[in-house]
């Protein structure tokens, strides 16, 4: 690249080094056809994920390449995981209807089982900003709450088909969520508790769901290949094709500390990053993952800004790191 100066009638041009591109690496889990996914880094550095076809929770120490294995109860099929902050690792059991708190140190698993027979398969958990857990299920079409303090739950029912999935709080300690069986996104109120929805133009399918420091809420619009961004405050709805355009299949997504929008085009083989740039309106980057044309699906992505690396698992069976510049 190169910048140009002006100096009275002369202009020079000065070489200008290239930003340094993202580093992507990726480690290949153990346990073979296990599904390692939706990845949590904790305290420690280590990164968590579950085995959702492996039916187990692990971490993985990038300084080491070592995993560790948590064995859980048969059936449970964990679909999702976050640790707390005192390093308690919570995850989803998706095919046996409850949460599980996990203490790594005793290996002790804490069980609360869903209430209401209708939840019986808790999806995507997230915690608010006072430790309480919340959850999408996506078949059973409804946003559930456990007060971390009480164990007392809460359910608010979207209705049959619109598949709750994606789910993040916003600067005002607003939950929301993806209606992925609709052209609709979600949100609860932290203090009345009231359910709102929000439309998305027709035809739009959000499956993952990113929120900006400006409070602007992001999704990938899977049936178009779309990155949308919802205004809560007018309603209004911009859109931007993805680079891989209609077949893109936009899944897993991260917002960076520069509130840039990463988006895994699932489409492509390989998957494909890309991130966009909401102040300048365009796409930056574009990292394609490892493994050639294997089969592979991107589901989740989780960015931490304390290493600046955003991390995703990937049906290939790795666990994958992109390191931000």
């Given amino acids: 690249m190169l910048r140009t100066t002006t100096f009275g009638a002369l202009v020079a041009l000065t070489a200008v080094p290239a930003a340094p591109a993202p580093d992507l690496r990726e480690w290949t889990v153990p346990w073979e056809g296990s599904r390692p996914r939706d990845p949590f880094v904790d305290a420690k550095g280590r990164v968590w994920f579950v085995g959702q076809e492996g039916n187990y929770v692990a971490y993985l120490d990038p300084r080491n390449g070592k995993f560790e294995r948590y064995e859980v109860d048969d059936g449970t099929h964990p679909h999702n995981l976050v640790v707390d902050a005192k390093g308690r690792v919570w995850f989803t ?3 046996n209807a409850r949460l599980v708190r996990l203490d790594p140190e005793t290996r002790k698993l804490t069980t609360l089982a869903l209430p209401d027979p209708s939840v019986g398969d808790p999806h995507t958990m997230i915690f608010d900003r006072d430790g309480n857990a919340w959850f999408t299920a996506q078949g059973a079409g409804a946003v559930g709450r456990l007060e971390t303090a009480t164990g007392k739950f809460r359910f608010w029912k979207t209705g049959e088909g619109t598949r709750p999935y994606g789910i993040v709080t916003d600067p005002k300690g607003r939950v929301w969520f993806d209606l992925f069986g609709t052209n609709e996104l979600g949100s609860i109120d932290p203090e009345s508790l009231e ?3 929000h439309p998305l133009p027709d035809g739009a399918r959000p499956r993952r769901i990113g929120v900006t420091s400006d409070g602007a809420v992001w999704y ?7 990155l949308g961004r919802l205004d809560p405050a007018t309603g209004k709805v911009q859109e931007f094709a993805l ?3 209609g077949r893109s299949l936009p899944y897993a997504m991260a917002v960076d500390a520069r509130d840039r929008v990463w988006v895994a085009e699932t489409g492509t083989q390989p998957n494909r990053l890309v991130a966009f740039d909401p102040k300048a309106r365009a796409f930056t980057d574009t990292v394609a993952t490892e493994g050639g044309d294997e089969p592979n699906t991107i589901r989740h992505m989780v960015y931490h800004a304390a290493s600046r690396e955003i991390w ?6 790795t666990v994958g790191r992109l390191k931000l510049p």
């Fill in 93 to 95: 059991g998706n095919r």
């Fill in 312 to 317: 995703y698992g990937t049906d290939r069976n």
């Fill in 243 to 245: 680079p891989g355009g």
């Fill in 195 to 197: 359910l709102t929805r």
């Fill in 220 to 226: 990938g619009d899977y049936a178009r290949g779309f």
